[in-house]
């Protein structure tokens, strides 16, 4: 058959009419593409299993009529095709043109060069790239007058992501007209990839790309600010293509009759960013406007929130009973009666023992009651047999043998409750990956460990099914309401006299879209509903307990009596405010005024706007620089919004916008052209060169540098107005007592920026608004109806499963992570006193200090001794006699027990989202499986049998100092790298690893002994050796040696 377009590499690869939609396809199931069979029917008679027939007729599409009580809209959104439009960029004519989507597929394993960067043109190594944005975004000639959001961090992340897998020696260069990482951490993120990712970055226009005159590359003409011609060759350009309406959008949205908007997306009410005209249709991520990830998560959040209002006000949700707790049958006075099942999925186990060999095996454990084959457990077919199978034997434990563990991780769930076993007794092995030719050994581990399960059911404990908001702006009013509304009681604690929060001094949305309507609707709705409890000129001044049974005390000012209150969830709505500067003259001048203050003169009427002749109005006021080196978001929109009124009150009055960035993300984007059109002027600055302001008794003077004239301007203007970003507001007193993380400059801290936007990592605490991150109102509405969804899923239930009790310390393994003294209600603190021990603060995170920086201590020995470097003895040798640790790496896994070293190294590494750094070693998963478990066995990398001999070290000085140079900078760069990540203080972190570990120096005094600039110049080796993220020097190393810091 004929070779067509592979759709999955976006037409940069070919495949047959039988293929396979993905590589990673689970099950792995080919499937036949009917528009490019051509019926000979060959593969009927080719296949062994008869699972193929070819119809007599092309399937003709059906209908189906369904019943819903809301219908949610996440179409998300197609792509810009250069090809179709100007197309100056050679697009579709030149190979080495592509888009960003496509350069996705070029590097990636699966794509059509495996992962290898090359040139589609000739196959050659591809050395140096561009990257151009805004390609059909911001262009008013192709309709997208919009910034599509998201290309710019795509860039960046692409540019990154290419150091990262190909070395520093390709040169990576962005060509940009405003680099817009205005998300949470982003700005952080661009300035990282300029200063440790060495990726440059161009602000100009690019002219147009042709072939380079010498035949071998691309020719780019670009025009800088200044207007200078520059001519640069590079081997492949990469185009930011913006966004577009999904297809059939429009076609949709007549049917549904909803509105959309000027260029195709579906129209959302003012401010309410999920809701359409429609009640009961409602908008997720992108199908109604352009966003990322993480607020596309938010978004569906929201639109889920609204989906469920509608349900619940229509009576719906009284059909349907609380989701109940699972039942498990109790099997804790029952000897361990163990199935195993083992996938057989085509030739898995092709070159393994046979059947019968494997049976055997296994089945010399009398804990083991039968061993059955199934072939495909991945598939729907093959999990029924495998249930039917389990009900019928009933067994109190199982194991699963199969290629793939992770597919079945929402499986089991599901299985323990048809089976009434509890998940926790099912162990999922791989025998594909790890030991093909012999999958015994990683069954008998598994075998081992279901047999040393406790099969304990965990308790149940009732829900305070009511919850907590704390701050009473529209972020808090918004999820109050909507839990309220759900039918749970709220107790919303604002700490001013009046709810509103930022509410109460703004007059209108850049959209035009009137506030304080709004905000007294919002605000009556509150204060009339039967099941919001409102406190106002409060304070929480104390949270403790965990999910569904949280205490918190409040103080009122007016009531000397605290009161407490017993919630199951927690809302963090606190907000945040205007940052206060003293920068460019505020304070010392009535003309210099900042956004605030000039939106609350526009609302009073006290600006008089036609007594201005010049407003010239300065963005990133001690904002995108430390110590507030983050974007605030909002304020270049709020420069636009006043900006263009200032313009229809007084078309005769001259603004001017210093900026660094316009940050008209989105819609705004037509807001910014629309602000030119009215003749206001846009300067950039750079942050090393900002403005100055001058001020005199009758007037205010400000010069800036003018890119394009390429001189100093002076502006004599009768009004400054000073953007000076957001700062949030959290209460100490909370972060101190519930347990709530916050980040580095000072906002909550999610429990993963993407996938759970919204949640603490304390589970049952979740966050909205500004207090969140940087955001408008619709925003902040958004974020809060994901918080209080998120929240509902906890309310909805009346009890919920306890975790495991641990009733008992190990002195030996103790590594002073603290977690038992903020949970134990005994006072445990006064127990760790008397053992003599000293305490550090850590943040929670897998591993906490201890053990995530001690895992180079383990995993680079072991990589080592692979390689052939050395041998065990002389490994631990040096570690000990040179390096000054009291065990060496060997022979402290061999004492700890391989069962438990390995099994940290694998929670780190899959708590870490499998980051390369914690990459468990098979060489320590194969004595696991074999049952050398070290010093408990008798046998681990060391031979502890009666008579055996201790093997002896090579005594070599040089190859030593080699062994220990690489093995304490792997160490001091996870050190550096959880401070950097604010784990915990330099001071503890040294504390914790010399006095819970006994190593012979705190790992950053080690650092700064060695010298930062040794450390680095020795990781950035082993990284160019290898080319590994396991080799990565964290970001503070680099940044530290750069401004010559140590860290005592």
Not at 647 to 661: A, G, I, Q, T, W
Not at 811 to 838: G, M, N
Not at 871 to 892: C, H, N, S, V, Y
């Amino acid at each position: 058959p004929e070779e067509i377009s592979d759709i999955f590499n976006l037409g940069l690869s070919s495949r047959k009419a039988i293929y396979l939609p993905v590589p990673h396809n689970i099950p792995n199931t080919y499937m036949i593409d009917p528009d490019a069979c051509t019926k000979c029917g060959d593969c009927v008679d080719a296949c062994p299993s008869k699972a193929i027939t070819i119809p007599e007729q092309d399937l003709a599409p059906t209908e189906i009529e369904m019943t819903a009580g809301a219908i949610v809209l996440s179409g998300g959104t197609s792509y810009y095709n250069p090809a179709t439009g100007k197309d100056t960029y050679g697009y579709a004519q030149l190979p080495d043109v592509v888009t960003s989507r496509e350069f996705e597929r070029l590097i990636s394993g699966t794509g059509p060069s495996c992962g290898q960067l090359l040139k589609p043109s000739d196959g050659k190594a591809v050395k140096k790239i561009a990257w151009f944005q805004c390609v059909g975004s911001r262009d008013t000639q192709d309709n997208a007058e919009f910034c599509s959001s998201v290309c710019c961090m795509h860039a960046i992340k692409e540019a990154r992501l290419t150091k990262e897998k190909y070395g520093n020696d390709v040169e990576t260069t962005i060509f940009y007209m405003d680099m817009r990482a205005f998300g949470k951490s982003f700005h952080r993120y661009r300035e990282e990839a300029d200063n440790d990712y060495n990726i440059r970055f161009e602000r100009s226009r690019i002219h147009s790309v042709t072939p380079s005159t010498g035949g071998d590359g691309l020719e780019v003409i670009q025009v800088k600010t200044n207007g200078e011609r520059l001519v640069e060759n590079f081997d492949m350009i990469v185009l930011s293509v913006g966004q577009r309406p999904a297809d059939g959008t429009k076609d949709l949205a007549e049917r549904l009759e909803i509105p959309v908007n000027a260029w195709g997306f579906c129209q959302p009410i003012p401010l309410h960013p999920s809701q359409t005209e429609r009640e009961g249709i409602v908008i997720s991520g992108s199908y109604g406007g352009l966003q990322d990830i993480s607020e596309s998560i938010i978004q569906a959040g929201s639109a889920s929130l609204n989906a469920s209002m509608v349900i619940h006000q229509t009576g719906g949700s009284e059909l349907l009973e609380m989701e109940a707790v699972d039942e498990y049958r109790n099997v804790v006075g029952e000897l361990p009666n163990i199935l195993v099942a083992i996938c057989i999925c085509g030739d898995t186990l092709k070159e393994t023992p046979d059947k019968d060999q494997i049976t055997n095996a296994l089945m010399d454990d009398p804990t083991v009651s039968r061993v059955v084959f199934i072939d495909q457990t991945c598939t729907a077919e093959g999990w029924d047999k495998l249930t039917e199978l389990l009900t019928s034997e009933n067994p109190n434990r199982i194991l699963i043998g199969a290629c793939m563990p992770h597919v079945y991780d929402r499986k089991l769930k599901e299985l323990g409750r048809k089976i009434k076993l509890n998940p926790s007794l099912v162990e999922v092995v791989d025998i594909r990956t790890s030991s093909l030719s012999n999958p015994i050994n990683s069954l008998k581990a598994g075998i081992t460990k279901l047999k040393r399960i406790d099969p304990e059911i965990p308790a149940l404990m009732p829900i305070k099914q009511s919850a907590l908001v704390i701050g009473g702006g529209i972020a808090g009013m918004t999820a109050g309401l909507a839990i309220a509304d759900h039918g749970f009681e709220v107790d919303l604690v604002e700490k001013e006299k009046l709810l509103g929060g930022n509410l109460n001094w703004l007059d209108r949305t850049l959209d035009g879209d009137e506030i304080e309507p709004f905000l007294k609707d919002t605000v009556a709705r509150v204060m009339d509903h039967s099941n919001i409890t409102v406190h106002t000129e409060s304070k929480i001044v104390d949270t403790i307990g965990h999910v569904g049974r949280f205490m918190s005390v409040i103080n009122n000012e007016d009531n000397p009596d605290p009161s407490v209150i017993n919630h199951g969830i927690v809302i963090l709505a606190t907000g945040g405010i205007e940052s206060e500067t003293t920068s460019f003259e505020h304070h010392n001048s009535d003309a210099v005024v900042t956004q605030k203050e000039l939106d609350q003169n526009i609302k009073n009427g006290s600006l008089k706007t036609e007594n201005l002749n010049s407003v010239v109005m300065i963005q990133c006021v001690d904002s995108r620089q430390e110590p507030r080196n983050y974007c605030s978001r909002v304020c270049c929109a709020s420069a636009l919004k006043n900006a263009l009124h200032l313009k229809e009150k007084n078309p005769d009055v001259s603004v001017v916008v210093l900026y660094r960035d316009l940050m008209a993300y989105g819609y705004s984007e037509s807001y910014y052209s629309k602000a030119r059109k009215a003749g206001v002027l846009f300067i950039p600055y750079q942050v090393d060169e900002p403005p100055e302001v001058t001020t005199f008794e009758d007037s205010v003077v400000v010069s800036s540098f003018e890119p394009v004239l390429g001189k100093k301007l002076e502006i004599e203007a009768d009004l400054v107005v000073l953007a000076t970003g957001i700062v949030p507001v959290i209460p100490e007193e909370i972060i101190d007592t519930a347990g709530i993380k916050i980040d580095q400059d000072g906002f909550f801290q999610e429990a993963e920026s993407k996938w759970r936007p919204v949640d603490s990592i304390k589970e049952g605490i979740f966050a909205c608004g500004i207090v969140h991150s940087a955001r408008n109102i619709k925003e902040s509405i958004a974020s809060a109806e994901a918080a209080a969804q998120r929240a509902l899923r906890i309310l909805n239930n009346k009890e919920t499963a306890a975790g495991g009790i641990v009733a008992e310390v190990r002195h030996s393994l103790c590594a002073l992570c603290e977690r038992c003294i903020a949970t134990c209600p005994y006072e445990a603190r006064s127990i760790i006193d008397s053992w003599k021990k000293v305490t550090v603060m850590a943040k929670d995170t897998p591993g906490f200090i201890v053990n995530r920086v001690a895992r180079p201590f383990y995993g680079e020995a072991i990589r080592i001794l692979e390689e052939g470097v050395a041998d065990i003895a002389t490994i631990d040798w040096a570690m000990k006699e040179i390096g000054g640790f009291r065990m060496g790496p060997f022979e402290l896994t061999d004492y700890i027990g391989h069962d438990v070293n390995y099994v940290v190294t694998e929670t780190v590494f899959k708590e870490f989202f499998y980051d390369t750094r914690y990459k468990p070693s098979f060489s320590q998963k194969r004595l696991l499986e074999a049952g050398r478990l070290g010093r408990k066995s008798g046998h681990g990398f060391y031979d502890y049998s009666e008579g055996a001999v201790k093997p002896e070290p090579t005594t070599d000085i040089a190859l030593g100092t080699k062994i220990v140079d690489r093995v304490v900078a792997m160490l001091i760069n996870e050190a550096i790298d959880a401070f950097f990540l604010n784990i915990a203080s330099a001071k503890d972190i040294d504390l914790a690893m010399t006095k819970g570990v006994n190593y012979p120096k705190g790992l950053l005094a080690w650092a700064d002994e060695k010298g930062l600039d040794t450390v680095l110049a020795q990781l950035e080796e082993l990284y160019n050796d290898y080319c590994e993220d396991r080799y990565r020097p964290s970001p503070l190393l680099r940044k530290m040696v750069r401004e010559q810091k140590n860290f005592f």
